[in-house]
């Protein structure tokens, strides 16, 4: 490993570490744009400059592209180097048009600070500023091209590492434009990392537009709800709404960045029809009351038919706590049939995949973009999991080949520009060459039969689930040997259906005497349920999901439910009355309202939902990678 000295503090870094890099492991932070962790280095912007003084290589050089290497004596602080860093910002800002106090990258922007870092305060050019029209770029991302300071981190990023065509730089010298040929949406499942990726304010999250600062939002760590991957993600609220979402690193997970899904989609928890209240019989009512009246029609269907007559019901969306409570409420009711899915097909495929994972087979998308060899099963892996997808990108740009097996080639070649052979089947794919090997099987076109062929290949394997919480559904359904609720209701036993953010079919629903259900969305089941309870998002209490490799990861409360304040009926705002929540902010997680359930059925009171074998992932880092529960 190479020794070297900066700023004479002796640091040893691994072999081909830049000394960018070698100057961070030290706590030596040096302004930089173009360079990026994910992306590499290319020397565009010309900030990083340090004073080599000694060792192979002398004098100011940038350092993000200079690898560290023995016998290196290098200095930040030399006035060359500094007076060199000085001036790059002072000509990257003779053409910005120092609007700051409109930018929606206020607060958050790399130019602002690196500015003041430079020590540069005083405009000396005073002649006319270069200008850029600006192009409408879609729904989501506003573009303010004069901002731009031509560090090429969008183009490397939209182009080369996720594979875009409509996006990339034209034009040359003072005159270098980032855009499309012409005004359009971006087209790249992953364009909302612009947002992220921009050192300055070029391109802002147009759907949190001019609505806060930095320093006004709520944060909190959290995990993406949309698919099985569990991408780290920092969501942003003010006022009850949540404005934008950010990503969160994760090296084993989803690295830098977060599709544009897991960006932009945001309607659960805005949604003005979302359901904020309870509801009896479709009237409104408060929680007493409806927690009482489900209790009675409880005692009601259950005295006729039997208590096994009443199912509970989980889902692959609701968090471990919800999960873990379903058993507990089911012994509190005596023999209550209990379902962690809603369909056979889905629950059995499932169920095969987190089967037959293991420690040594369990694929996290790191292990794809360290893979030589990836083969894609039975899945549309952009629209399915379109962060593995990309991490099949990286995969191929480092020299991997890629299979197709039954289809799903076309949409990685079209979206990606990954290059795909096809392949009838697993057994035309030469695994046997490869030494690092990695299997993609989508659960929902693959059979169990076809899920077990993928895991008994030897190769490590990746199950793209149906859902975030999708594996802790399995263990528990094979754990407590339950089956699904289409199995159950088939057997002619169930007359009640209390579900818990479940996406229950209309056919399941039909003649029964009891529906009882607690979510966050407003679905035909809230309008048929006898009882609704409405439920926290995942944004509005903490939790924990598992995701398809079998990784629990935490997330945090980010914003206090309630109706956001942009939207609230003139009657309620502002409140002429005293009150302990905000309009609609009465909404609890869903293991609360099943521990007030087990309560009133007599059961005792409980403050934490995760005990025994779960009781290690009570405490777990939010902020950490994680920890697997195979």
């Known amino acids: 490993m190479p020794r070297l000295t900066i700023d004479n503090i002796p640091v040893e870094v691994p072999a081909g570490t830049s000394v960018l890099e070698a100057a961070k ?3 030596i932070w040096i302004p930089h744009f173009c360079y990026h962790p994910a992306l590499g280095s290319v020397g565009a912007c010309r900030l990083c400059a340090m ?6 290589v002398k004098g100011v050089q940038m350092s993000c592209m200079i690898p560290a290497q023995d016998g290196m004596v290098v200095s930040t602080t030399d006035g060359e180097a500094y007076r060199m860093r000085q001036l790059v910002i002072e000509w990257l800002m003779i053409n ?3 609007d700051c106090p409109v930018c929606d990258e206020g607060g958050e922007c790399l130019l602002q600070d690196y500015t003041i870092a430079g020590g540069h305060g005083i405009r000396r050019y005073q002649g006319k500023k270069r200008t850029f029209n600006n192009q409408f770029l879609g729904p989501y991302i506003e573009h303010e091209m004069n901002r731009c300071i031509e560090c090429y981190r969008c183009a490397r990023f939209y182009q080369d590492f996720a594979g875009g065509s409509d ?3 034209m034009g040359s010298a003072g005159r270098v434009y980032f ?4 005004d359009g949406p971006l087209q790249s499942p992953f364009s909302g990392n612009l947002v992220d990726i921009c050192p300055t304010g070029v391109f802002t999250d147009k759907t949190a537009r001019f609505r806060a600062r930095y320093w006004d939002y709520q944060m909190a760590p959290s995990i993406c709800p949309h698919c099985s991957l569990g991408c780290n993600t920092i969501p942003a609220a003010r006022y009850r709404e949540l404005l934008k979402i950010m990503a969160r690193r994760n090296d084993a997970v989803n690295g830098w960045f977060i599709c544009d899904r897991g960006r932009f989609e945001k309607s659960p928890v805005n949604d003005p029809a979302r359901p904020r209240s309870p509801r009896i ?3 409104e009512a408060g929680w007493d009351q409806a927690l009482d009246a489900l209790v009675g029609r409880i005692g009601e269907v259950a005295a006729i038919h039997g208590r096994d007559s009443i199912a509970l019901v989980g889902s692959t969306r609701l968090p471990l706590e919800g999960l873990v409570m379903l058993p507990r409420l089911a012994e509190a009711l005596g023999t209550a049939t209990l379902c962690f899915f809603t369909e056979t097909k889905e629950a059995e495929r499932t169920m095969a995949a987190v089967r037959r994972l293991t420690p040594s087979n369990a694929a996290s998308m790191a292990d794809v973009q360290a893979a030589d060899g990836v083969i894609v099963m039975a899945c549309d892996l952009p629209a399915e999991g379109a962060m ?5 990108r990286q995969a191929w740009r480092k020299g991997a080949q890629i299979f197709a097996v039954e289809g799903g080639g076309e949409a990685l070649t079209a979206e990606l520009g990954v290059a795909v052979t096809g392949a009838a089947s697993l057994a035309q794919v030469p695994l046997g060459k490869f030494k690092n090997p990695v299997i993609i099987c989508g659960t929902g076109r693959a059979d169990p039969a076809t899920i077990e062929a993928a895991a008994d290949t030897g190769a490590k394997v990746a199950f793209i689930l149906p859902g975030a919480n999708a594996f802790a559904a399995a263990r528990l359904s094979a754990e407590l040997g339950v089956c699904d609720l289409r199995t159950a209701v088939a057997g002619g036993k169930i007359k009640g259906i209390i579900a818990f953010e479940a996406d229950v079919a209309a056919d399941l629903l039909a003649n029964l005497p009891l529906i009882a259900a607690a979510d966050y969305l407003p679905s035909d089941l809230m309008v048929d349920a006898a009882v609704f309870l409405p439920a926290t998002t995942t944004f509005e209490a903490d939790g924990t999901f598992v995701n398809n490799e079998g990784r629990a990861q935490r997330f945090k409360k980010v914003m206090e439910p309630g109706v956001p304040v942009k939207g609230l009926d003139p009657a309620l705002h502002p409140p002429h009355v005293h009150r302990l929540s905000p309009p609609g902010g009465e909404v609890f997680p869903s293991w609360q309202i099943i521990a007030a359930l087990i309560e ?7 403050v934490e939902p995760l005990s025994g074998p779960w009781e290690k992932l009570r405490h777990l880092n939010a902020d950490g990678g994680g920890v697997s529960i195979l």
């Open 25 to 27: 492991q030290v706590g």
């Open 51 to 56: 004073k080599f003084l000694e060792g192979p």
């Open 96 to 98: 910005h048009p120092h």
């Open 167 to 169: 996006f990339g730089v």
């Open 179 to 182: 855009g499309r040929f012409q």
């Open 281 to 283: 019989a479709g009237g």
């Open 388 to 392: 593995m997808a990309l991490a099949v």
């Open 600 to 606: 009133r059925l007599g059961g005792v009171k409980i």
